[in-house]
């Protein structure tokens, strides 16, 4: 019985089984993706991904124990110059497993490894979602930004146009004041007028009593 057997021995003899791996992580590391079993890749991506960390501390040391791994030059110095840089800022995960099916004839279910950084289709999807976490945060964020910038737009009208409300108000109201003064000065010289004119027509009926008064004693 196999109890506790985490590894899989994928059907052949230890070093049978660490010669394999060791020619997929060569492979892997100089084409940046590869298609086999899904079996193989996830023993792959546990013999790979600590080499990769060893890579970013790049000494003579963990080179030598890098190379007892791959027995490959040209991938250690692939690994070394090119991976080890464009991985630096991940703390882990640089493989990524994608499936895509199963293999007619045996049935074995197929899929592609290939190193994270290198796959342009999702690091650019991951670049725009950056701005936003889901989808519906994106449409509430694109739905609501015009309106907040409507309603600035609007309180910024309002208190612009304030001030130019007040004053024509305090012009139409200093006229209003100003027309009743006027009309007091016109109607006060009217009223002398008034006045004046009985006096004017009693003075002839004066001269019109002198002249009866005057007319007899002649």
Excluded: W
């Amino acid at each position: 019985m196999r109890h506790a057997k985490r590894i899989n021995q994928l059907g052949r003899t230890s070093s049978h089984r660490a010669a394999m791996l060791s020619n997929m992580a060569a492979s892997l590391i100089m084409h940046k993706r590869i298609t086999t079993t899904l079996a193989k890749a996830k023993e792959l991506r546990k013999y790979l991904e600590p080499l990769i960390t060893k890579s970013k501390n790049d000494t003579t040391h963990s080179r030598r124990v890098v190379f007892s791994y791959l027995q490959d030059k040209y991938a250690v110095t692939e690994l070394f110059r090119e991976i080890s840089q464009k991985v630096a800022d991940r703390p882990g995960g640089y493989l990524r497993i994608l499936k895509t099916g199963f293999r007619q004839g045996d049935n074995a279910e197929m899929c592609i490894i290939e190193l994270v950084d290198y796959n342009e289709d999702y690091t650019t999807q991951k670049e725009t979602k950056k701005t936003t976490r889901t989808r519906r945060s994106r449409k509430s964020t694109a739905t609501a930004k015009p309106t907040v910038e409507e309603t600035q737009t609007e309180t910024v009208e309002q208190i612009a146009e304030e001030p130019t409300v007040e004053e024509p108000t305090a012009e139409t109201v200093e006229p209003i004041v100003e027309e009743p003064q006027a009309v007091e000065k016109e109607t006060a010289p009217a009223a002398e007028t008034e006045v004046e004119e009985p006096k004017q027509t009693e003075e002839p009926t004066d001269t019109a009593e002198e002249t009866s008064e005057t007319t007899p004693e002649k």
